[in-house]
Nanobody, 117 residues
Framework: VQLQASGGGLVQAGGSLRLSCVGS????????VGWFRQAPGKEREFVAV????????YYADSVKGRFTISRDNAKNTVYLQMTSLKPEDTAVYYC???????????WGQGTLVTVSS
């Protein structure tokens, strides 16, 4: 499966953005998909994950209550709605799919989110 992330950009603190992750292949709807981010000079970190049905979600504490992950399997797309953005949310955001349970085998190219103070 191939993933294409988009939707990043420059936004002021307190603003919102919605990222999209479009997957290729007829089986994309069967994958658990996660969002990760990597800020300059920092390790990549987990942000959120959604099960293949969309019925299960989990968030990092740092984004809980501000970010919402969702999916539309008819469109082969997973979304990350980000609200109340903070400068510390600035990072390259990646989507990834689990080819095996717990293992993110497929990665998109990343989309840059910059939050200005």
């Amino acid at each position: 499966v191939q993933l294409q992330a988009s939707g990043g950009g420059l936004v002021q603190a307190g603003g919102s953005l919605r990222l999209s992750c479009v997957g290729s292949g007829r089986t994309f709807s069967g994958y658990t998909v996660g969002w990760f981010r990597q800020a300059p000079g920092k390790e990549r970190e987990f942000v959120a994950v959604i099960s293949w049905t969309g019925g299960g979600t989990y968030y990092a504490d740092s984004v809980k209550g501000r970010f919402t992950i969702s999916r539309d399997n008819a469109k082969n797309t997973v979304y990350l709605q980000m609200t109340s953005l903070k400068p510390e949310d600035t990072a390259v955001y990646y989507c990834a799919a689990q080819g095996n349970p717990g293992n993110y085998n497929y990665w998109g190219q990343g989309t840059l989110v910059t939050v200005s103070s």
